[in-house]
Structure formats: C-alpha cells, structure tokens
Nanobody, 122 residues
Framework: VQLQASGGGLVQAGGSLRLSCAAS????????MGWFRQAPGKEREFVAS????????YYADSVKGRSTISRDNAENTAYLQMNSLKPEDTAVYYC????????????????WGQGTLVTVSS
C-alpha cells in the first residue's frame, strides 16, 4: 500500500484544516488507518485512528473534541478534519495503515505516507 498525505498548510490559531490520505496499490478496506504527528525535536505521537470499517475511532486527548477521523473506502482515502487549531498542533502529520485493528503505537503500522506539514500561527 502506498499512502499520500496532503492538505497541510499554514493556518491561524482557531482555524481548520482537512488532511487527506490517499492510498494506492491496494484497497484499504481491510486496513485500519491512523494519523500521527511529529513536531521538531519531539517523538512521533498518535493523533487518531479508525478501524477498517469506520465503526471505531480513537483520539489522543490533545485533539479529542477538535478533530474527526473518517474514511471513504470507495475512494480509498482517509481524512483528518482538525478544527480550533492551536500553535501546539504544529507538526508534520503522517498517515499510516495496518491490517484490521487500529493501534496508538506507531510501530504497529506497516505502511506510512510521506507526511504533510501543518503550521499554526498564533
């Protein structure tokens, strides 16, 4: 599975962005999808994940209530809608895929996109 993340950019605090993760090479309908982020000088951290069916979603406390992960298996794409963005949300955001069940651990994912930069100005 090849993953292509997009949708990052520069936004003011309080703004919104919708990140997309387009998959190719294989259908993602059997894969759980996750979003992670990595700020400069910090480790990669979990943001959100969604089960293969879309029936279960999980969020880091830092984004809960402000972000929504979703997927469209027909379009082979996953999304992360982020609202009320804060400067501390500034990071490179990565999408990832693993078979069936989602995980909060980066090491559990087999496939990764290249990352898209989100910069939130104060």
């Amino acid at each position: 599975v090849q993953l292509q993340a997009s949708g990052g950019g520069l936004v003011q605090a309080g703004g919104s962005l919708r990140l997309s993760c387009a998959a190719s090479g294989r259908t993602i309908s059997s894969y759980a999808m996750g979003w992670f982020r990595q700020a400069p000088g910090k480790e990669r951290e979990f943001v959100a994940s969604i089960s293969w069916s879309g029936g279960s979603t999980y969020y880091a406390d830092s984004v809960k209530g402000r972000s929504t992960i979703s997927r469209d298996n027909a379009e082979n794409t996953a999304y992360l809608q982020m609202n009320s963005l804060k400067p501390e949300d500034t990071a490179v955001y990565y999408c990832a895929a693993r078979m069936y069940q989602p995980s909060v651990e980066p090491g559990a994912y087999n496939y990764w996109g290249q990352g898209t930069l989100v910069t939130v100005s104060s």
